[in-house]
């Protein structure tokens, strides 16, 4: 598929508005040509797919994660502890470092004993898996700085030793070694997309959790606003080849030379909780528009949201796979920014039009795709829960849209 965004040219340009304080490591990913709404800026398969814990392999395809179903689901013949949806799965298999520590017993589980460790070993025993040229190319996407050790986890040189006791030697990738475990970690903190279990009605967020990650090369580049003009997309239980791929859609029309931004977690995050995981995770603090506002706030005033939780580290944000980051939700909605009547908060019209209001969600709504003539499309959909809403539908009012206050 032709992607409108040129990964390839200089998109470094003066005077595209005030540039966020990030990392300073990748060039922003700005629109060459102008994108109408709802129109797919990239569709991209991943280049890593693994397990988000040990408890997946029991409820997910180890190949493709769609969720199993128990008549169908057919066992890894060597390590039997993971299953495949369909023959077609079973043949292309799951990593084979990963299948290897799993056919030794217990010897993965007692290695990871919590999910978060568990998270970090599944991802190095299958980046190890893959073949050279996509090891490479994981390596050469942006690092974030390595965080202090949180308790319950374990660092880069211990993860390391659970790595060489678990793989087979001669299993193990040339130049294998704890610097190249620790830049790999690095690459996974900052680039890996959460792909969700199944959304179900009334659910909230605190629950939902990922049943795989996914490293794409090209969507880690998107940059973070908390008033994204653009959200990303998966499908991983439709049918047929490409469910784990990766669609990036635009929110609303976005002008030529503006940088196209995704946001790395819920949209209705508070100030103070955007601001701890951006650090936290990215290594910058965000500068946006938006943040800017918030930052004036009275402390009070940022602790009343009910929707916005920083603990729900599972859901949209892990939307996780990308650097950098410049202003880029105004544009293409000046106008509409003044329809929010919150003098406080100039942005609300943007929490009614395209955050997700059904209960406990929160997903961002972008309209799908135009038709083939170009006509742009008046429904919208969430890309959490799949909700479609038609755009002359009553929008909620301003105070159940999540908009934190």
């Given at each position: 598929?032709?992607?409108?965004?040129?990964?390839?040219?200089?998109?470094?340009?003066?005077?595209?508005?005030?540039?966020?304080?990030?990392?300073?490591?990748?060039?922003?990913?700005?629109?060459?040509?102008?994108?109408?709404?709802?129109?797919?800026?990239?569709?991209?398969?991943?280049?890593?797919?693994?397990?988000?814990?040990?408890?997946?392999?029991?409820?997910?395809?180890?190949?493709?994660?769609?969720?199993?179903?128990?008549?169908?689901?057919?066992?890894?013949?060597?390590?039997?502890?993971?299953?495949?949806?369909?023959?077609?799965?079973?043949a292309a298999s799951h990593p084979r470092l990963l299948c290897a520590a799993l056919c030794n017993g217990g010897a993965l589980a007692a290695a990871a004993p919590i999910e978060?460790?568990?998270?970090?070993?599944?991802?190095?025993?299958?980046?190890?898996?893959?073949?050279?040229?996509?090891?490479?190319?994981?390596?050469?996407?942006?690092?974030?700085?390595?965080?202090?050790?949180?308790?319950?986890?374990?660092?880069?040189?211990?993860?390391?030793?659970?790595?060489?006791?678990?793989?087979?030697?001669?299993?193990?990738?040339?130049?294998?070694?704890?610097?190249?475990?620790?830049?790999?970690?690095?690459?996974?903190?900052?680039?890996?997309?959460?792909?969700?279990?199944?959304?179900?009605?009334?659910?909230?967020?605190?629950?939902?959790?990922?049943?795989?990650?996914?490293?794409?090369?090209?969507?880690?580049?998107?940059?973070?606003?908390?008033?994204?003009?653009?959200?990303?997309?998966?499908?991983?239980?439709?049918?047929?080849?490409?469910?784990?791929?990766?669609?990036?859609?635009?929110?609303?029309?976005?002008?030529?030379?503006?940088?196209?931004?995704?946001?790395?977690?819920?949209?209705?995050?508070?100030?103070?909780?955007?601001?701890?995981?951006?650090?936290?995770?990215?290594?910058?603090?965000?500068?946006?528009?938006?943040?800017?506002?918030?930052?004036?706030?009275?402390?009070?005033?940022?602790?009343?949201?009910?929707?916005?939780?920083?603990?729900?580290?599972?859901?949209?944000?892990?939307?996780?796979?990308?650097?950098?980051?410049?202003?880029?939700?105004?544009?293409?909605?000046?106008?509409?920014?003044?329809?929010?009547?919150?003098?406080?908060?100039?942005?609300?019209?943007?929490?009614?039009?395209?955050?997700?209001?059904?209960?406990?969600?929160?997903?961002?709504?972008?309209?799908?795709?135009?038709?083939?003539?170009?006509?742009?499309?008046?429904?919208?959909?969430?890309?959490?829960?799949?909700?479609?809403?038609?755009?002359?539908?009553?929008?909620?009012?301003?105070?159940?849209?999540?908009?934190?206050?």
């Open positions: 598929m032709h992607n409108k965004i040129d990964f390839f040219t200089e998109l470094i340009r003066k005077g595209l508005g005030k540039c966020v304080a990030k990392l300073a490591v990748t060039a922003p990913l700005v629109d060459c040509v102008g994108v109408s709404k709802g129109e797919v800026l990239l569709s991209e398969s991943p280049i890593l797919l693994y397990p988000a814990t040990l408890a997946s392999l029991t409820s997910y395809c180890s190949a493709c994660f769609r969720s199993l179903s128990p008549n169908v689901a057919a066992p890894c013949h060597s390590c039997r502890a993971a299953a495949f949806c369909s023959p077609a799965c079973a978060s460790i568990q998270e970090s070993l599944l991802f190095l025993l299958s980046a190890y898996s893959l073949p050279e040229p996509s090891i490479h190319a994981i390596l050469s996407l942006s690092s974030a700085p390595a965080p202090a050790p949180a308790p319950g986890t374990q660092d880069p040189a211990g993860l390391h030793a659970a790595v060489a006791a678990l793989a087979p030697p001669h299993m193990l990738p040339p130049g294998f070694s704890p610097d190249f475990t620790a830049a790999l970690l690095a690459k996974d903190r900052g680039n890996s997309f959460a792909i969700m279990e199944p959304y179900r009605p009334g659910m909230s967020l605190e629950l939902l959790k990922a049943r795989a990650y996914a490293v794409y090369h090209r969507a880690s580049l998107f940059n973070h606003d908390c008033l994204p003009n653009a959200c990303h997309f998966d499908y991983p239980d439709r049918p047929g080849p490409g469910n784990t791929d990766i669609v990036v859609r635009a929110l609303h029309d976005i002008p030529e030379g503006r940088e196209v931004c995704i946001s790395y977690f819920a949209a209705n995050w508070r100030y103070t909780d955007r601001q701890r995981r951006l650090l936290e995770d990215y290594g910058f603090p965000c500068e946006c528009d938006r943040c800017q506002v918030e930052s004036q706030w009275k402390d009070d005033d940022d602790n009343g949201d009910d929707g916005g939780n920083g603990n729900e580290d599972e859901a949209m944000e892990e939307e996780d796979g990308e650097e950098e980051g410049e202003d880029g939700g105004d544009d293409g909605m000046e106008e509409e920014g003044d329809k929010g009547g919150d003098d406080d908060f100039p942005h609300a019209y943007f929490f009614v039009r395209y955050l997700c209001d059904s209960e406990g969600c929160w997903g961002m709504l972008a309209p799908l795709p135009p038709s083939p003539n170009g006509e742009p499309s008046h429904v919208f959909e969430c890309n959490l829960c799949g909700k479609m809403r038609k755009e002359e539908d009553e929008m909620p009012d301003e105070g159940t849209s999540g908009m934190p206050h």
